[in-house]
């Protein structure tokens, strides 16, 4: 395990360790409210003359051993920290049954757990991306001054908004991690998991209906994926119950924020970062160009948490970065750092979707004929690029999609001058269905000199025949958040708009019936029509 310690501490450039020797004490038993026993493991570093170490608590359903043994376990031991790795309820022999996203109260029965324990001095740190994040919010408003600083990353305290983003379901991210919980115990399971998700899993997100997708290719009905069709509205019990985000104003330890532009899970971790912010809490936000799964974040990730726990924890700021907010700026190439986010002095750039295709700072004619698009869910917008679970490039040319007829794109004119666009972007398309239940898709892209058209930001909006209102003409104005952004488009570059209705199966298609999305197999062909005056607004800084 040394040399594999050393080979990876060097491959996510962490600084080098203070001791090899290291006490690692197997499944340790944390007992829960409810009688259950979760089992965890403990890795404590012996260095010569060194006090007891803080500890730092990562909860996760992904197993203590293995990969996640040894980045957040062994590599964070290994640089002064004792660190208790615990399997959640339901994984890797821990008692009871796992209920995803339901963890208040084993996370603070687990941290009264750790006080008791003799090793266990001073305040408690946690530390974990995506689910091991989510714990770490689970338990931060309540847990007092127990804990000593947070750093959850690609994350947010609710899933809630992630899982049904605009209204739809994030059928790719939902399939594919059910299948990873479903298949991650059982025998030769890394064989079966690559072979499932290169194989299956791109077959079945075609099939409907949906409710039946887990049994198709986890081989068994999965009892939480068949509660997230049951159970959609954020008030609802079940999401009620695991929604964190009421809280986080209460919470009084320092939160870093490491995120990435193409995250699933960044507009939600920006309205945490908010949060914090306007409660006056310590905070400090990282975003970078990654997506979920890059392999960069994993590393930045790490370097951004141990120096946040050791200048929080071990009362050494030697390696943290003072600004407390660092941005990749995408077209630009390098960091930036901002006081605030969103950044002071940014203005709105208002770029209306021109008829035949311009996108220009000026309104077009109210008379200006609509541009019109066929939606067929049969032959669903297919996804390119943009954020899911495990794509590792999210950035794509978008040349194939656009030339389909059911993309409309509106581009502008070559750039004069940069446009540096950092903040909050909003869709507001004036548009018109033949059917009440639709979708509209907006994406944004920086199109290049030479051709290539990438993928900036984008969103989604599920329509119903109530919502946004009807008028008379049978339109709606329908406003919405894209993902926010840092990017500079270049002079001589242009920007585009893409309109459609769908991003499949990165959302799941949108059939046009209003059937129960579990059951329902009909679909049914839209009529769609873009209107004027429609617009995107990004912020923008100048210089």
């Known amino acids: 395990m040394t040399l ?101 109260a084993d996370g603070l029965a687990t941290l009264r757990w750790l006080r008791e324990q003799p090793w266990c001095e001073g305040p408690i740190g946690m530390v974990g991306s995506s689910y091991m994040g989510l714990t770490q919010w689970a338990v931060a408003s309540a847990a007092g001054d127990a804990l000593g600083a947070l750093a959850p990353s690609i994350t947010a305290s609710q899933f809630h908004g992630q899982a049904y983003a605009g209204g739809s379901v994030a059928l790719d991210t939902a399939l594919s991690w059910t299948y990873i919980i479903a298949a991650q115990e059982r025998r030769l399971a890394p064989l079966r998991m690559i072979l499932g998700l290169r194989r299956r899993l791109p077959r079945a997100l075609s099939e409907l209906p949906l409710g039946e997708l887990d049994a198709l290719i986890a081989g068994e009905e999965v009892a939480f994926f068949q509660e997230w069709f049951e159970q959609t509205a954020p008030d609802d019990p079940y999401w009620a119950s695991r929604d964190f985000s009421a809280d986080i104003g209460a919470v009084t330890a320092p939160v870093q924020l490491v995120g990435g532009w193409h995250d699933i899970f960044l507009p939600w971790m920006l309205t945490d970062y908010r949060a914090l912010r306007e409660a006056g809490r310590p905070t400090q ?80 004619a109210a008379a200006a004929p609509p541009d019109r698009f066929r939606y067929d869910p049969a032959d669903p917008t297919p996804a390119l690029g943009g954020p899911v ?125 209003g059937d129960d999305l579990r059951t329902g197999t009909e679909l049914r062909s839209a009529e769609q029509e873009v209107l004027h005056p429609s617009a995107v607004r990004l912020t923008v800084l100048d210089g």
């Open 4 to 104: 594999l310690s050393e080979i990876a501490g060097r491959s996510l450039r962490l600084p080098r360790p203070l001791t090899r020797d290291l006490l690692v004490e197997r499944d340790l038993p944390a007992t829960m409210d409810d009688g259950a026993v979760l089992l965890a493991d403990r890795y404590a570093p012996h260095v010569a003359g060194m006090a007891l170490p803080p500890v730092v608590l990562v909860r996760g359903p992904y197993g203590r051993r293995g990969f996640f043994g040894l980045v957040y376990g062994r590599l964070l031991a290994e640089r002064g920290f004792q660190v208790v790795m615990q399997s959640v309820r339901g994984t890797f022999g821990s008692g009871g049954t796992f209920r995803p996203f339901d963890e208040r």
């Open 285 to 364: 936000l990282v975003i970078g160009p990654w997506a979920h799964t890059s392999p960069g974040l994993l590393a930045s990730s790490m370097r951004e948490s141990l120096a946040w726990l050791r200048a929080h924890l071990l009362g050494d700021r030697r390696l943290l970065h003072d600004a407390p907010v660092r941005v990749w700026v995408g077209g630009e190439g390098r960091w930036r750092e901002l006081d605030r986010w969103p950044p002071a002095g940014a203005r709105a750039l208002t770029l209306h979707l021109q008829p035949g295709g311009g996108l220009a700072e000026h309104a077009p």
């Open 389 to 513: 679970l495990l794509d590792r490039a999210p950035v794509a040319d978008n040349r194939p999609l656009e030339a389909r007829p059911d993309v409309l794109t509106y581009t502008t004119e070559p750039l004069e001058d940069d446009v540096v666009a950092i903040g909050d972007v909003e869709a507001e398309i004036r548009f018109r269905s033949s059917l009440g239940h639709t979708d509209v898709f907006v994406r944004v892209c920086d199109v290049l000199p030479s051709g290539p058209s990438l993928n900036v930001c984008d969103a989604l909006l599920r329509l119903t025949p109530d919502e946004p209102p009807v008028e008379a003409d049978g339109s709606r104005v329908v406003r919405f958040p894209l993902w926010p952004t840092a990017h500079r488009f270049a002079r001589g570059h242009r920007i585009r708009v893409q309109v459609s209705s769908g991003a499949h199966p990165r959302y799941a298609r949108n059939p046009g019936t």
